[in-house]
Structure formats: structure tokens, C-alpha cells
């Protein structure tokens, strides 16, 4: 029902920037919140940053100050700018969207784009 398409990743040094970008198509009219979730080889997914239909923002703690999150709504598209890379920052980093439809929750995820961060 809804489709995401993460890009932008890549292999990267240590202190570099880069921006995620993940676009959504489909039953777009119906999505509460978007965001970014990551996950390292051998840990849990974990929250990067997430933005609701009201523009209230939240993010992990690991990336506060150092990431941000945004929205273009013209273009169903949220962003994740990511500053100041670090090695720990290495992950497949994966879009999400949710809505409530009906009474009932829906949770949808995009393929995932490849970070890495060298040392």
C-alpha cells in the first residue's frame, strides 16, 4: 500500500556528511509519522530520528546534535542529514512510515541503503 525508496548512502571517512533521502509513493494520504531506523551487523534496530504528520520531531540519542531530520511534503519525501560521520554510525539505514488507518496501525519499510563510515 505504501512504498519507500531509501538513497543516498555510501562508503565514507570519518567527518563527512551525507543526506538519506527516502521518497514515498502510494496510499500516501494516511501516513502519521516517517523516520529513519538503522541496524549494525550484530545489534537490534535502532531509532535514528522520526517526524510526525504535526511536525513533532524525536531522535536517538546516539545521533542528537549531529543528525536531522526533515520533510518536503510537495514531494512525500523525508530527508535525513547526517553530519560529523562516525565509524559507529555504520549501518544499513532504513525509511519507515506509519498510519493509522480505521483503527488499526500500519508499519512500512524501504529496502535499506548501505552507510559505512572508515576510520
Known amino acids: 500500500q505504501v512504498q519507500l525508496v531509501e538513497s543516498g548512502g555510501g562508503l565514507v571517512q570519518a567527518g563527512v556528511s551525507l543526506r538519506l533521502s527516502c521518497a514515498a509513493s502510494g496510499s500516501i494520504f494516511s501516513i502519521n509519522a516517517m523516520g529513519w531506523y538503522r541496524q549494525a551487523p550484530g545489534k537490534q534496530r535502532e531509532l535514528v530520528a522520526t517526524?510526525?504528520?504535526?511536525?513533532?520531531?524525536n531522535y536517538g540519542d546516539s545521533v542528537k546534535g549531529r543528525f536531522t531530520i526533515s520533510r518536503d511534503n510537495a514531494k512525500n519525501t523525508v530527508y535525513l542529514q547526517m553530519n560529523s560521520l562516525k565509524p559507529e554510525d555504520t549501518a544499513v539505514y532504513y525509511c519507515?512510515?506509519?498510519?493509522?488507518?480505521?483503527?488499526?496501525?500500519?508499519?512500512?519499510w524501504g529496502q535499506g541503503t548501505q552507510v559505512t563510515v572508515s576510520s
Open positions: 519507515n512510515a506509519d498510519l493509522i488507518d480505521g483503527g488499526r496501525f500500519y508499519r512500512y
Open positions: 517526524i510526525t504528520s504535526g511536525g513533532w520531531i
